[in-house]
């Protein structure tokens, strides 16, 4: 009965608001326009934020332990460079994506040493890689455009699951997903999170490995990233050094105003992911409503500091209520 | 008073705090001149008066941002804003200027304090009362703010040639070989560093961001000096925006994208902590021109071009890696100072 | 069940333009044609949609324009989705990247939506027309001759162009470098190919690092509107005004004042408005009927005249423009 | 003393008169028509279990609450405060239990903050802010460099810039918020000396303490608060420990130190040669199951040091350490938790507990991988563990799902325990185990610690709460200056023995004679 409770009470809270919000903006966008609710238009806009998405899978862990990675996009192009480059050099398309993933994995894995290790703040360090990735990512593969990818490979990006009109980046987000949702929910590693994030001293005094826990979720962070880069690379079919520049910005805005707490110790993925398909859907509503994209800058900025403002002033208002009716029935005695 | 007698002199040492701090900006200045002396050695071009100039004209923007950006940062806080900031006062101020040709400099200059001013208040009204993680409050707004800018811009330009003589004369114009643009950034550098270091109000920023409980019942109005702050670092974003309609003439929607890591970056460098307490204008400044001076240095070097980003990035690690080193040892002087 | 709907209407669409294939003399009435630019806020892609606008207001086309505010490689993406979604008869654009796209327009044509590129190209199977504002050697080999006019063919020379991807700029910078292996080139030595992204600020202190760089720099091409002007006002505050040649691609309103004042002697453009308007009677004609787009057929074009089509579906606008003191003031755009 | 505690404070007018005054957070009544006076050249203890409304009463004096209805005189006037400032303009100084200063800033920064002496233009004169409060720093008989950063100050240093700014304001009034728990004996007597000092200088001084032995020392009159509450106020003769003791619980107490009789087993932690440079060195000593042994020492001397080596949490340079048979590797809490060690940390806030989690979760934490089934936790296990230990330690809760931030601080204490006994320990190491835990919960909290060794755990008790480590511990070893300087058995120990080993000092037994 009690678990009961919390749970409703759980999902009464920001990521239930959340949801509704996609369902309210799935149905003004078909309102408003008899091609948004077709099924081929909402495969495309979902298969538009399949990379901000699984970014933000990682980062919403990362954001929990009080961490931040600002460097993902730059990880995404530089692991583009990676598959790119090697690929046009004649290395096996296969070899080429596991070249990619070590790349994204050693990038995280530094972010983390110079965190953990040396102790420097995460958003310092990730303005830095930002900036060095993506400079990599240039030096790699300089103006060049990698493109010809074998058909095989850029379906992968571009196709939908056999029968379906599910993208496959979409249907690989929907399962790591859930995994990240079983993982943070549901094991040790998932509860040792929100402990660390909450209070990192009294995590490491109960015994956990703050500083393993935090370099792992880095490595996680550019692990996602590389995935990110073949999904990218190949559903554009083309490996730049400037890919996905700039949705770094996008990946956090996604996880904050899934309510995860910029401070750490709170969050869920369940509301990171309302928020990415919020995000997008709004974006894909804007867009074929031909409402101009400097609109939808502004709906997300709102959105964002409406994630956070609306909770808090709920709450000044509910003890504002709760003072005032105290004093009534003190008035009245 | 048996068992600790107190030796009269024991606190005649002269200032712990500003011997460390100067260290830190000694040690800024020394690798300044190194890069810009090993540029130099290399091609003596570098230190060319042309050359000298552009790259103080350079860093005068980021410099004016850094000290905005400074203010908020101490209080431990973050203003992503100022680069949208810098982009809508640059392109209204230039409407402005194409709508009254015959508008006094003075008049854009404070129509761009203005403007930011009331930009900052909206991230101070958030941060200060609405309780938003300035983080989050601040790419908020850097979001809205564009987009604002999108839509008023949509697809138009301000160009040099809209512009009257006298704004653009004011922007290459120089007092003693030293461009007006540098100056003005340098005299509200100095202002600031002054009342940061020498005013009980400029010390309530330090108190804030140090331990913003401890500020409140210190009687700091902390709600009120956050606002002040936000408003300040907007306010000195305006006045950027002037200065790069001012220094570039053309300003289209996206002038002054992506700043803001520039100036968190040359503030951090320059020694202020995103943990907030920690930090002076005349080493964020410094930073700001060191930051100027390497991408400067690689690019008459002819270091590929696209090398530069890279190299630039691992400087910017170098350098909070080192400044992390260095004050680490310094608190463990401190401790152990105590202790003997 | 949706995506049936969808089928059967491309299915339509396919048979109504083969019950035309008698081609058709007129222009249908009442088209649907998206305008997609590289970027609406730059102010050549704001002339050139422009042109668009007009040809479609005399042939009584509903069009519009839509699009990024940053021309990222992958931000065309959503808008050739809504294209697709809201059933338009056809698509021009100035792709941002030659080979991102290709997946998302080969749906299009497969949903019946005729594809003509201009400005910039995508890989010919991407688009049924290019509009070529003039022929990519022309342009490339010209503004060498003028440039080497303007040096006496001696001293170092550099080229400061777009983003490093841009299809348009690397084509013409490529038949610049053909040009310079002729042999009354053979004192002039191009040092370096600087990127200024098509930003502005970013343009001027390319200009200047490259000024700074190279004390023996003799002139300077720069293909691009936002470059040339940009580079031009550095020039035009520096001591190395009139020391430097600077020439390339610019629009007559942004470079009058430096034309005026000595800065820049010549350079080239064609009106950047001809080539959308040129676009949206190809793609009117295309979703008539009236070509398909082989070699030799030729189609009118309001009031610039009568086309042929080239190899490779390709259609020159024509030769650019020499704008210099003498001229400049009779043009205003 | 005698004379003013022999006069009748009616006739004189008090410095402050707080009537009435109640406050509610939401719908927690947290104070309910309190009153109080204070009178020059008192001290006054407030005595209350934690929770009873004492820091919520310090707040409203502060001015960082408001109160609900009541009035607040203050010298006189009627007074109504909307911030500190205002409170610390009408004189009114406090000392917080933690020290609310800036790290960043100087020492003379803190004391002055806001009220920096200014030179001309209304520029800051940092010699004069500099020779004011080495001024203030000698009148307290401290020698501290006041242009040097708090940050890296010991705690007692801490308190005592805090109670060199309360000396900068002048104040005559001075309320102080369990100022003496984190300070050695020594440093307790300067801060007294300090008090009696403003006392005689006419100031009233309000004391909130647990420490009864020291308001019986120091006080004069005293006021009992319960529940949020007014129990009752009187001069200090008319109160004994007993009494004080009954109206702060509202029920008859228990032995505070229920240390009954012990079977010693075998050497379950065992420290040889144990050394970390400018910390610690060459400390050896055991633990035997079933023993409770004390480490005191003043604070400083590396106790807590020695405690975090050999958990892992810190580095140590030299030496060994076994739990039972097994060598623990240096920095691995991991190895040391398995090898059946626990530790009780002395901050409970910053070390102890997660404070935003719940009272379930705090409680698991250290066993997060046992209460799986397969990958996945087990909600059960994890939901009968928590039940288990916190109904066998008698946690008063509402709900195991509260946050542990809304529990009383002896309550606290007890999730931090029923953390480190779900991990089945065979030592257990407890750090200040009752630093800032009331009366009631202090006797509970011993109460356990002797049932556990009394069922076979070895006890290493860090505490510097003397009356606590002869009541308790079998053994005590005294540590100074990062040596391990002697050893004394139940039998031998007494408050003069302990702290002559822990300052090496005789002279400490004079002063404590004459206090």
Redesign the interface.
């Known amino acids: 009965m009690?678990?009961f409770r919390?749970l409703l009470g759980g999902l009464l809270g920001w990521e239930f608001s959340l949801i509704i919000l996609v369902g309210a903006a799935l149905l003004i966008g078909g309102l408003l326009s008899p091609?948004?609710l077709?099924?081929?238009?909402i495969s495309?806009?979902t298969a538009?934020f399949s990379e901000v998405a699984l970014m933000a899978l990682a980062m919403t862990l990362l954001i929990i332990v009080g961490e931040i990675d600002l460097s993902v996009a730059s990880i995404l192009g530089l692991c583009s460079a990676v598959i790119g480059i090697l690929f046009a050099a004649g290395v096996p398309m296969p070899l080429a994506i596991l070249a990619a993933f070590v790349t994204g994995g050693l990038a995280g894995l530094f972010n983390g040493l110079?965190v953990t290790r040396?102790?420097?703040?995460s958003?310092?360090?990730t303005?830095?890689?930002?900036?060095?990735?993506?400079?990599?990512a240039?030096?790699l593969l300089?103006?060049r455009?990698i493109?010809?990818f074998p058909a095989f490979y850029?379906n992968l990006g571009?196709g939908n699951v056999p029968g379906t009109?599910i993208p496959l980046p979409m249907a690989l987000f929907a399962v790591l997903a859930i995994l990240t949702i079983?993982v943070l929910h549901?094991?040790?590693f998932?509860?040792?999170l929100?402990?660390i994030g909450?209070?990192q001293?009294?995590?490491?005094?109960?015994?956990?490995?703050v500083e393993r826990v935090k370099l792992s979720l880095f490595v996680l962070s550019g692990l996602m990233a590389a995935l990110a880069s073949a999904v990218?690379t190949f559903?554009?079919?083309?490996a730049?050094?400037?890919?996905?520049?700039?949705f770094e910005?996008s990946v956090?805005?996604a996880v904050?105003l899934g309510g995860v707490s910029?401070?750490g110790?709170?969050g869920s993925v369940v509301g990171t992911v309302a928020a990415v398909f919020l995000i997008g859907i709004i974006?894909?509503a804007l867009?074929?409503l031909?409402v101009?994209?400097?609109?939808?800058?502004?709906v997300?900025?709102?959105l964002?500091?409406g994630?956070?403002?609306v909770p808090?002033?709920l709450t000044h208002f509910r003890?504002y209520q709760?003072?005032r009716r105290?004093?009534g029935d003190?008035v009245i005695q | 008073m048996t068992e600790r007698s107190v030796p009269a002199s024991a606190p005649a040492s002269p200032g712990w705090l500003s011997r460390l701090l100067m260290a830190r900006e000694v040690s800024l200045v020394g690798l300044l001149l190194l890069v810009t002396l090993g540029t130099a050695v290399i091609n003596p071009l570098f230190l060319s008066f042309g050359s000298v100039r552009d790259l103080l004209l350079n860093v005068s923007i980021i410099a004016l941002l850094v000290v905005g950006q400074t203010l908020v940062l101490l209080m431990k806080h973050v203003d992503l804003s100022v680069s949208s900031t810098v982009g809508l006062s640059a392109f209204l101020t230039g409407s402005l200027f194409v709508a009254n040709p015959g508008m006094p400099v003075p008049l854009a200059l404070l129509f761009g304090l203005g403007l930011g001013a009331v930009l900052g208040s909206v991230n101070g009204l958030l941060v200060a009362y609405g309780k938003v993680p300035a983080l989050v409050a601040t790419l908020g707004t850097l979001y809205v703010f564009r987009g604002i800018t999108y839509a008023v811009v949509s697809g138009g330009q301000i160009n040099a040639s809209n512009l009257p003589p006298s704004f653009l004369g004011f922007g290459t114009g120089s007092v003693l070989g030293v461009p007006n643009l540098v100056l003005l950034a340098v005299a509200v550098l100095i202002g600031f560093a002054f009342y940061l270091r020498s005013y009980r109000g400029g010390r309530e920023y330090y108190a804030v961001g140090s331990n913003s409980e401890a500020a409140v019942l210190a009687g700091i109005n902390v709600t009120r000096r956050t606002m002040t702050g936000f408003v300040l670092s907007g306010a000195i974003a305006g006045l950027a925006g002037v200065l790069y309609l001012a220094r570039f003439g053309t300003v289209d929607a996206t002038a002054g994208a992506g700043l803001e890591l520039q100036v968190i970056a040359a503030a951090v460098v320059g020694g202020v902590s995103i943990n907030g307490g920690v930090g002076t204008l005349l080493g964020a400044g410094l930073g700001a021109l060191l930051l100027g001076v390497m991408g400067s240095a690689l690019v008459t070097l002819r270091a590929p071009g696209f090398y530069q980003q890279a190299i630039q990035g691992a400087l910017l690690l170098a350098a909070i890696s080192i400044d992390m080193l260095v004050s680490r040892r310094a608190a463990k002087r401190l401790q152990e100072e105590r202790k003997s | 069940m949706k995506k049936r709907i969808l089928l059967l209407s491309a299915l339509a669409l396919g048979l109504s333009t083969l019950s035309f294939a008698q081609a058709p003399t007129t222009i249908k009435k009442g088209l649907k044609i998206t305008l997609l630019p590289k970027n609406i806020n730059n102010p050549y892609n704001v002339i050139e949609t422009q042109g668009g606008l007009d040809a479609a207001k005399e042939i009584g086309a509903v069009a519009k324009v839509v699009g990024p505010s940053d021309a990222g490689a992958s931000s065309q993406v959503s808008y050739i989705n809504t294209a697709i979604a809201q059933r338009q008869d056809a698509l021009v654009l100035a792709a941002n990247d030659a080979n991102a796209l290709l997946p998302y327009l080969n749906r299009a044509k497969q949903a019946g939506v005729k594809i003509v590129t201009m400005d910039s190209d995508t890989a010919v199977s991407g688009r049924t027309l290019f509009i070529n504002q003039a022929n990519s050697e022309g342009i490339g080999r010209a503004q060498v001759q003028l440039l080497g006019k303007l040096v006496g063919y001696k001293g170092d020379i550099a080229v400061l162009s777009a983003t490093p991807n841009a299809t348009n700029q690397n084509t013409w910078i490529k038949w610049m470098q053909e040009e310079l292996k002729l042999p009354r080139y053979k004192d002039m030595k191009l040092v370096k190919i600087a990127y200024g992204n098509d930003d502005d600020q970013k343009s001027f202190t390319e200009m200047q690092g490259l000024i700074q760089a190279y004390p023996n720099l003799k002139g300077v091409i720069s293909p691009t509107t936002v470059g040339i002007s940009a580079g031009a006002r550095y020039l035009s505050t520096s001591p190395s005004k009139g020391k430097v040649a600077l020439t390339g691609l610019g629009t007559p309103n942004q470079m009058r004042a430096f034309v005026k004042d000595g800065t820049v002697t010549a350079f080239q453009l064609w009106n950047p408005g001809d080539v959308g308007y040129l676009a949206t009677y190809a793609a009117a004609s295309l979703a008539s009927g009236m070509i398909t787009g082989k070699q030799g057929e030729t189609f009118m074009a309001g009031k610039l005249g009568k086309y042929t089509v080239g190899k490779d579906g390709e259609v020159v606008l024509g030769p650019p423009y020499t704008f210099d003191k003498a001229n400049i003031d009779k043009f205003d755009f | 003393m005698t004379e003013l505690q022999n006069m009748q404070p009616q006739t004189i007018q008090p410095l402050l008169s707080l009537s009435h005054a109640s406050k509610s957070f939401g719908p927690v009544q947290a104070l309910s028509d309190v009153s109080i006076d204070l009178f020059p050249g008192e001290a006054h203890a407030l005595l209350g279990e934690n929770g009873a409304g004492k820091s919520t009463f310090v707040k409203i004096l502060a001015g960082v609450h408001r109160r609900e209805g009541g009035s607040l005189t203050v010298a006189g006037k009627s007074a109504d405060f909307h911030s500190p400032g205002e409170a610390t303009a009408a004189g009114i100084a406090i000392i917080y239990q933690e020290p609310t200063l800036f790290p960043d800033l100087s020492v003379a920064e803190n004391v002055l903050m806001g009220r920096q002496p200014r030179a001309g233009l209304g520029r800051i004169d940092t010699r004069a802010m500099n020779a004011r409060v080495t001024e203030l720093l000698r009148e307290l008989g401290v020698a501290l460099d006041p242009s040097r950063p708090v940050r890296g100050l010991s705690i007692a240093d801490q308190q005592l810039v805090e109670i060199a700014k309360a000396l900068s304001l002048n104040a005559n009034v001075l309320i102080m918020d369990e100022p003496t728990a984190a300070l050695t004996l020594s440093e307790t007597d300067r801060l007294f000396r300090v008090v009696r000092a403003l006392r005689e200088r006419g100031a009233a001084v309000l004391f909130i303490t647990h420490r009864l032995e020291e308001v019986f020392a120091e006080c004069q009159r005293v006021t009992v608060m319960r529940d949020g509450t007014w129990v009752s106020t009187g001069p200090i003769s008319d109160y004994d420990t007993d009494l004080v003791v009954k109206q702060m619980v509202g029920r008859e107490l228990g032995d505070l130190y229920p240390r009954g009789e012990m079977t010693l087993g075998e050497v379950a932690l065992s420290v040889r040669n144990l050394s970390q440079p400018k910390m610690f060195s060459d400390i050896s000593f055991e633990v035997r199951r079933g023993e409770i042994v004390a480490l005191a020492g003043l604070v400083g001397a590396g106790r807590s040091e020695v405690a975090r080596a050999i958990f892992g949490i810190d580095p140590r340079s030299g030496g060994e350490v076994r739990i039972g048979d097994a060598v623990i590797q240096p920095n691995s809490t991991r190895a040391a938790m398995s090898a059946g060690l626990g530790l009780v940390p002395e901050d409970r806030r910053q070390q102890g507990l997660v404070m935003d989690l719940s009272i379930e979760r705090n409680a698991n934490l250290a066993i997060l991988n046992r209460l799986t089934g397969g990958l996945l936790m087990n909600r059960k296990a994890e939901a009968e563990n928590a039940q288990n230990w916190t109904s066998k330690l008698q946690l008063k809760a509402h709900r195991l799902s509260d946050p542990v931030s809304s529990l009383s601080g002896g309550n606290q204490q007890k999730v931090v325990l029923a953390k480190w006994l779900s991990t089945n320990p065979s030592v257990l190491i407890v750090d200040e185990p009752t630093r800032g835990v009331d009366v009631g919960a202090k006797a509970e909290v011993h109460k356990t610690l002797a049932e556990l060794a009394a069922s076979g755990l070895a006890v290493l008790m860090i505490s510097s709460d003397l009356p606590e480590v002869l009541g308790m511990a079998d053994r005590i070893l005294v540590m100074r200056e990062g040596q391990l300087v002697g050893e004394l058995s139940r039998a031998e120990a007494n408050e003069e023995a302990v702290m002559y080993l822990a300052t090496g000092q005789r002279a400490w037994a004079k002063q404590a004679g004459a206090a």
Request: aromatic share 10%; hydrophobic share 45%.
């Open positions: 009690n678990r919390s091609d948004f077709t099924g081929s238009n495309f806009l538009n110079l040396l102790g420097l703040p958003l310092a360090v303005i830095g890689t930002l900036a060095l990735y993506r400079g990599l240039y030096v300089g103006d455009a493109a010809e850029t571009f009109l079983i549901a094991t040790p998932g509860r040792s929100y402990a909450a209070n001293i009294a995590a490491r005094f109960a015994g956990l490995q990218y559903r554009f079919a083309s730049r050094a400037d890919n996905a520049s700039g910005l956090i805005a904050l910029i401070f110790g709170r974006n894909g867009t074929i031909d101009s994209n400097e609109i939808l800058t502004i997300t900025g709102l964002l500091i994630s956070v403002l808090n002033l003890t709760q003072r105290i004093k003190s």
